[in-house]
């Protein structure tokens, strides 16, 4: 099939790239020039495993193909996705302004019958909307269908959770667009993917629903390791107890320093903004108590920073482990560890960080904190090391070797995933938010 693209950043290329690998004609676009040369010289502009070798093939096949020119896309091909971006707005809501201007841009172009397909995750009732502003702009009128197909991948593991999804949310209005839809994916769905068929309005709530819950889990799980510092209980043990639970599950049950990134903070506050306009109370109450346990993260482990390092952080060197927001990526937007770090600067802290994929943006985004390397050299003379993203290279670390590279042999695991019996077999004074000192 041919299928076009609109929006080339984490989401979109990442799907331009998957389309032409299953076997699509592909034309991918953005407003962003600099961006489009880039990828159509195969650069990938963020940390994605896998993403720029899977590019190249695709661009040396003839498969994928870029542009700046919205007529090029409508002319191209008969599904054309939107994947622009849905930041947020000063009061919380999601700034729906690129979508617009997109399906604005789009739309009188569209002079055959055609399928256009949301992938960017918008407040419910968008899809209602867009689906009017394309049938008055186009000249296909209501031949110019809008179905929405949400987003589930995560970064880092991008490219595995597009080719191979949990499953395919199709919300559509007609079975036209299902049909093109099942075209679309036929190569996922033929592997067994489940195809969920819905209205435009589940389909937009499911993926901000989705969200909300992983959200809610991981603010569960901080909570009770409150109730685990209180009480002396071990919440590493709690939630490998609780993870056996089928009903509940293992995955999101770690406790720490909570969640970040581009997505989960800005789609539960504008959920919950969305669920504020519909007077949907329990939903806006439920997600402003997340938002605030996962805000709570940062500070508890800053103030466990400041005990560690004997009540004062002025002047205290520390090292943190991991600037991005999640490991397997180099994206620091709302990075949990960066708001730490710069409340320990503002506290007087010499702090130092080091991170396998995010320094150069970091480094752009903070200028005033030091940044090095490599894990020696960040943690040399160290009087505290934390642990804040956490990087498999972070669990392969020698407890050792880096206990003869730092001043004080201190360490607070913010994302309570290392083996604390390693670490204090090695001479490290570990620290983990819910867990007991010692033990
Ligand atoms: N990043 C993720 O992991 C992820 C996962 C699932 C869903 N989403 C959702 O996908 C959407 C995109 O997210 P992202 O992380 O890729 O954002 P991003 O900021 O990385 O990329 C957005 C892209 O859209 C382009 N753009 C803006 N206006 C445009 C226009 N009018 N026409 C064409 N291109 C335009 C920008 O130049 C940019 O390249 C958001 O709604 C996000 O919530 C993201």
Known sequence: MRVTVAGIGYLGLTHAVCMADLGHEVLAMDVDEGKVARAAQGEVPFFEPGLEALLRKNLDAGRLRLTTSFAELAAFGTVHFLCVGTPPAADGHADLRYVRAAVDALAPHLTSPCLVVGKSTVPVGTARSLQQAITLAAPAGDQAELAWNPEFLREGHAVQDTLRPDRLVFGVASAQARRLLRQVYAGPLATGVPELVMDLETAELVKVAANAFLATKISFINA????????????????????????????????????????????????????????????????????????????????????????????????????????????????????????????????????????????????????????????????????????????????YTLAGVVARPVMIDARCVLDTRLWRAAGWSVRVPGRPRAG
Not at 360 to 382: D, F, G, H, I, M
Not at 385 to 392: D, R, S
């Open 224 to 399: 009770m390791a409150d109730a685990c510092q209180a009480t002396g209980a071990d919440v590493a043990m709690l939630a490998e107890a609780l993870g056996h639970d089928e009903r509940i599950g293992r995955r999101s049950l770690t406790p720490g320093l909570g969640f970040g990134g581009g997505c989960l903070p800005k789609d539960i506050r504008a959920f919950r903004a969305t669920a504020l306009d519909l007077g949907v109370t329990s939903v806006a109450g439920l997600l402003a108590e997340v938002d605030t346990i996962n805000q709570s993260r940062r500070a508890l482990i800053t103030e466990m920073a400041r005990e560690a390092a004997g009540g004062h952080l002025a002047g205290t060197r520390i090292t943190v482990l991991g600037a991005a927001f999640k490991p397997n990526s180099d994206d620091i937007r709302d990075s949990p560890s960066l708001d730490v770090c710069d409340r320990l600067a503002r506290q007087g802290a010499i702090v130092t960080v080091h991170d396998p994929a995010a320094l150069a943006n970091a480094a752009r985004a903070k200028p005033q904190l030091r940044y090095a390397s490599s894990v020696t050299e960040a943690a040399s003379a160290a009087e505290l090391v934390l642990h804040l993203t956490e990087w498999p290279d972070y669990q392969a670390l020698d407890p």
